[in-house]
């Protein structure tokens, strides 16, 4: 652990660098709109985070998940971290986000820590995009200079969320689908799958891989057979599914290539992850290789693609606005009170 932590500060100085020099113009956004208005920014969301990797080792994967769910609704306009009121229906309550996105709470901690600093001044949207990058740092992944100058958004949309979300049962042509909907192609699918380097699922997200796969009540012939008796202990199958177990079978915390290795020798977790992989003449199939094969060019490829996620649907000018609190819009007086009372949404750290 200690000499991660070495990897961690080396890694967050480089990121620092890029931050203080990168200049280049995207969408509208830059990654020095706050150079004047909140300079400290990005050391004090990393100083947030960085806490609370001490006691949720998990939590730079779950702040990654939590910015790509936030910009496949409506844009990356931080609606999934609207809370329900008396006339709006939280993404939250998604079926894919259900018991399932975390982070919630430590995004209210930024949050909390920038008004005290630059109040009034940084969009909750921008939050999460910063937020997303640390994560990737923490596991030793790869920083990016981080566009910014996103608005929120006065509104969420759960039915689109149910919609626009991959599932992770999909096969390579629905999640092909998913993605081009939001304007990315088949190498950004498989770099930002590589996601799944680091993280934990639910047994409910692929019972059906271990069991009675595509109704046929055999096993996913995809899954290695050795990692099936393995998934089948920590998921028997009249159990709940609510156990955990580890997206990457190799290297769990730590953000690196393994998920690729994983896929060629088929380990993947998810049908959605082994898809890229295993359908039989993809061309998804050189990229994984590709990817597999050298490391810095699948960093490469992933930082790439979520900067071109993050300009998703974004929210610029005098659209939208900044909310003073990322659970609720401003204005809000049944979201203060519920803020005020406790509101158990404003806390919740779901399994993922």
Excluded at 182 to 194: I, K
Aim: hydrophobic share 40%; glycine share 8%.
């Amino acid at each position: 652990m200690g000499s991660m932590r070495v990897v961690v500060v080396v890694a967050v100085l480089c990121a620092f660098g890029l931050h203080a020099g990168f200049s280049v113009i995207s969408a509208q956004l830059s990654p020095t709109f706050y150079r004047e208005t909140c300079p400290n920014l990005f050391n004090i969301v990393f100083q947030v985070i960085f806490q609370a990797s001490f006691t949720d080792p998990r939590i730079g994967a779950s702040l990654v998940r939590l910015h790509f769910h936030d910009c496949f609704v409506q844009g990356c306009d931080a609606s999934v971290l609207l809370n329900n009121t008396a006339i709006l229906e939280s993404e939250q309550d998604a079926i894919p986000n259900n018991n399932s996105i975390r982070g919630l709470d430590v995004v209210n901690n930024i949050k909390t820590a920038v008004e005290n600093s630059c109040p009034g001044t940084v969009s909750c949207a921008d939050i999460l995009a910063i937020a997303a990058e640390i994560g990737s740092i923490l596991g030793g992944g790869p920083g990016w200079a981080v566009p910014l100058g996103r608005r929120d958004s006065l509104t969420a949309n759960r039915t689109l969320a149910n919609q626009n979300l991959p599932a992770p049962f999909f096969n390579l042509t629905q999640l092909k689908a998913a993605f081009a909907v939001q304007g990315l192609n088949t190498t950004d699918l498989v770099a930002l799958s590589g996601a799944h380097t680091f993280g934990r699922a639910h047994c409910s997200t692929f019972n059906n891989r271990l069991y009675n796969f595509n109704n046929t009540g055999n096993p996913d012939p995809t899954l290695n057979t050795i990692y099936l008796a393995t998934l089948r202990q920590i998921c028997p199958q009249n159990a709940t599914g609510n156990n955990l177990t580890n997206l990457d079978l190799t290297t769990p915390d730590q953000f690196d290539n393994k998920y690729y290795s994983n896929l060629q020798q088929l380990n993947g977790l998810l049908q959605s992850d082994q898809e890229l992989f295993s359908t039989t003449a993809a061309d998804t199939i050189p990229i994984v290789n590709s990817f597999s094969s050298n490391q810095n060019t699948f960093f490469a490829n992933f930082r790439a693609s979520m900067i071109k996620m993050g300009n998703i649907g974004v929210l610029t000018g005098v659209e939208g606005e900044i909310r003073f609190q990322c659970n609720f819009v401003n204005g809000d007086s049944f979201g203060l009170a519920s803020m005020a009372s406790k509101n158990p949404k404003e806390n919740v750290v779901s399994q993922s």
